[in-house]
């Protein structure tokens, strides 16, 4: 079993900033990735990093606005998101990647943070 740890969540006006954590109890993943699920929404991807390369793809959404990153040491990763708006206001979870599946789909990610909650205000 993996326990994945986020923070970092909180309130911040439109065109702020957020820096998200999440803290994995071990690494047995090939990568891990950040999903994000606003009310009434279903769960969508937003990154992902692989642990070997730190090979990193984004969604549209996010693509030059979100920046993900790793630190092996501590068997982390993170989110940061720049220039945010309204539309970003969701729960952020982090997952691993077990293997080298379809990394946009939840199906792929066999563990799960309990999500952060992140609110942008106009």
């Known amino acids: 079993q993996v326990q994945l740890v986020e923070s970092g969540g909180g309130l911040v006006q439109a065109g702020g900033s957020l820096r998200l954590s999440c803290a994995a109890s071990?690494?047995?993943?090939?990568?891990m990735g950040w999903f994000r699920q606003a009310p009434g929404k279903e769960r969508e991807f937003v990154a992902v990093i692989w642990w070997n390369d730190g090979e990193t793809r984004y969604s549209d959404s996010v693509k030059g606005r979100f920046t993900i990153s790793k630190d092996a040491a501590k068997n982390s990763v993170y989110l940061q998101m720049n220039s945010l708006t309204p539309e970003d206001t969701a729960v952020y979870y982090c997952a691993a990647l077990d293997r080298n599946l379809d990394y946009r789909s939840r199906g792929s990610y066999n563990y799960w943070g309990q999500g952060t909650q992140v609110t942008v205000s106009s």
């Open positions: 071990r690494r047995t993943s090939v990568a």
